[in-house]
C-alpha cells in the first residue's frame, strides 16, 4: 500500500507535480431520503399492506411441527422438516406424496422438499432431468435444486427440492373452490372472478415460461392449476395487476416419475399447450372442468372478458398440429404484452419507493442500540456521577428531551417526527443547538447536537 500523509503527499511525488488537495466533503444524508417521483405523498415506512403480507410470510415460515410427528432430524444436509400444511397426504399422479419445509445445513436457507412414497429409481439416469431443470431460470418457475432418494422415512422415498415461498397460495385455492361469504345472515358460496389485467397477466407469465422450457428443448408436462402458485397479489385497487406474481411448482417431478429414455418431445409440448389453454379457460370460468364444456365456457368469457382474451382462446383452442407452437400464441398478444411491461415497471418503482422508504432505519437502530448500552447502566446505579456528571449527563438530558418530553399539562410528547428528526440530526452531527433542560429544572444546557454526538462517541468507547 502506497503510504500517504495528510496533505496527499507520497514519496512518488518527487517526481511529479502535486496534486490539487481532495477536499471530503461531509455526508449530506441526515435527514429522510426524498420519496422517488412517482410515489404519492411522503412516508416514513413501508405501506402497512406489504408490511402486513411480509409479516405473514415470515411466520409461515416460522411456524413449529405439530408435537409426534416422527420426522427425522437430518435428511441429505436438510434439518428441521415441518409438514407444509394440515391436509397431508396429496396425490402426484398415482403417487402419493408429502410436502415439507426444511432448512438446508449449508446456507440456512429453506426449501420445499416433495417427497414421494414408496419411490423406487429404475436407473440413476431417472435423475438426469433434474439437472436439466435446474439450468432453467424463469421468474414464472420454481427453481428445482436436486433430487435424492432417501430411507429416512421408514421407506423408499424420492425426494424432490424446490424454492420455498411461504404462503404460497396455489390458483385452485385462490380461483376455483368457492368461498364462504355472509351475505346479510346467509351463508352463501361464491368464486372470485379474475380480473381481466390480472388473466392477461397469468397468461403471460405462464406462456412465457412455457417458451423458454420448450426452446430449451424440454416440456412442463404439468399445468395444474393446483400447482401454479401465486406469490405476490396486489394489494391497492389504484395498482390494478401490478404484481400479481405466478410460479409454477414441481417442475421435474412428472419426468422423475415416468423418466423415459427417449420422450417424444414434440408431443409433450403440444400437451403443454392444450394443458395450458384448459388451464386458462378453468380460471376465466372459475370452472376446473371448464374444457368439457367449451361452447359455454366460451359464452361465460366473452360475457365477462374482452375480445383480445376471446381470441386468445380461440388460437388456443385450434386443433393442434405438429407446426403448432407456443410462439403462434405471443402473436395475438398485441399491445396488450406492452401495458404488461409497464404494468411491471410500475410495480418495480412502487416497490423502490417502498424500500426506499426503510432506507434509513437500520442507521437509526444502531443510534438507539447505543443509547441503550449507554443509558442505565446497573454497574454505575451506585454511583450517581456516571450519569450525572460530563458527558453522560449531557447524553441523559438528550434522552430525555427526545423520548421523555411534556407538554405544558404534563403529559408525555409522543411525537415520532420529534424523535426521528432529532436522532438524524444527532447521527450527522449538526451545529444547530438544542435546549437542554434538567427534570427538576435546575440546570440547562445549551448545546449542538454535533457535541452530542462527540459526548456519545466517548461514552460509548
Ligand atoms: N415451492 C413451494 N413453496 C411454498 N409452498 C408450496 C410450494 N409447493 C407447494 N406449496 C404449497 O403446498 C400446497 C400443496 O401443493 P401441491 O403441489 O401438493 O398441490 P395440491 O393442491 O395439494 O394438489 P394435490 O392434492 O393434487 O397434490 C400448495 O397449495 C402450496 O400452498
Known sequence: M????????????????????????????????????????????????????????????????????????????????????????????????????ATKAADGVQYCLRRIENFRLASEAGFSPVEQWSRIRHPAIIYVREAFTTRAFGDNSLVVVHDYYPDAQSLTDLYLKPKAQYNGSRLTHSHERVQEATLWSFIFQLASAIKLVHEAGMALRMMDPSRILVTWMTFEQAFLNLCNRVRISSCGVADILTWEARPDLAYMQQEDIILFAKLVMSLATNNPSAVNYVHKSMDIVGRHYSNDVVQVFHTLMKPVTPTMTIQSLFETFGNKLVLEMDASLSAIDKLEGDLQSELENGRLVRLLCKFGFINERPEFDRDPRWSETGDRYIIKLFRDYVFHSVDESGNPVVNLSHVLTNLNKLDAGTDERIMLVSRDEQSCLVVSYREIKVCIESAFA
Open 2 to 101: 502506497v503510504q500517504q500523509n495528510y496533505n496527499g503527499v507520497t514519496p512518488m511525488d518527487t517526481f511529479f507535480p502535486p496534486q490539487e488537495t481532495f477536499v471530503r466533503q461531509p455526508l449530506n444524508y441526515h435527514l429522510y431520503s426524498a420519496p422517488i417521483p412517482s410515489e404519492r405523498g411522503r412516508k416514513f415506512f413501508i405501506s402497512d399492506k406489504i408490511r402486513e403480507e411480509l409479516t405473514k410470510r415470515s411466520e409461515v415460515s416460522h411456524t413449529a411441527p405439530m408435537p409426534g410427528q416422527m420426522l427425522p432430524e437430518e435428511l441429505q444436509g436438510y434439518h428441521s422438516l415441518v409438514p407444509m400444511d394440515s391436509v397431508g397426504i396429496h396425490k402426484f399422479s398415482t403417487w402419493n406424496t408429502m410436502l415439507y419445509r
